[in-house]
């Protein structure tokens, strides 16, 4: 038996309902404007796990999924329409939105994407122009 800690997150609407184990790859604050534009606000706030972390308890049939590339494939709630998670097949990854996991401890540790930011935040953590060099990025960070 696992001592990983288990955290429980859901849509909106608690209709879909997950869970996630262990701890995530990484976490941080997206500034592309897809993620802005996907969570209806200026910045949106991460964690990615390995995607046999992420297990869908209840209502896996009620989830729909969009794609406008091939590097993230979007989830969301086909009742309340809330923001689930993405997975991002290229990196590996699954990124569970922060928010619809409650009780999870969420410390940031990064900013991607952070050129394209509309919300400027001075928080001492490193800016990255767009990701880490492991992720495929540049590997280049920008001023705060």
Not at 113 to 119: D, F
Request: charged share 20%; proline share 6%.
């Amino acid at each position: 038996m696992s001592n990983e800690k288990t955290y429980t997150g859901s849509c909106f609407c608690g209709a879909v309902q997950f869970t996630v184990t262990g701890k995530p790859e990484g976490m941080g604050y997206c500034h592309c404007d897809s993620c802005r534009s996907w969570s209806a606000g200026p910045v949106n706030a991460f964690t990615l796990w390995k995607p046999e972390s992420v297990h869908i308890t209840r209502g896996a049939d009620n989830i729909g999924t969009y794609n406008k590339t091939e590097n993230s494939f979007r989830k969301w709630c086909k009742t309340c329409g809330g923001h689930i998670f993405t997975e991002h097949p290229g990196m590996g990854v699954t990124d569970v939105y922060a928010a619809s996991i409650p009780d999870f401890p969420y410390e940031a540790g990064i900013h991607v994407n952070y050129q394209e930011t509309k919300l400027r935040m001075k928080d001492g953590l490193p800016k990255m122009k767009d990701f880490p060099k492991e992720m495929g990025g540049s590997g280049l960070t920008v001023a705060e």
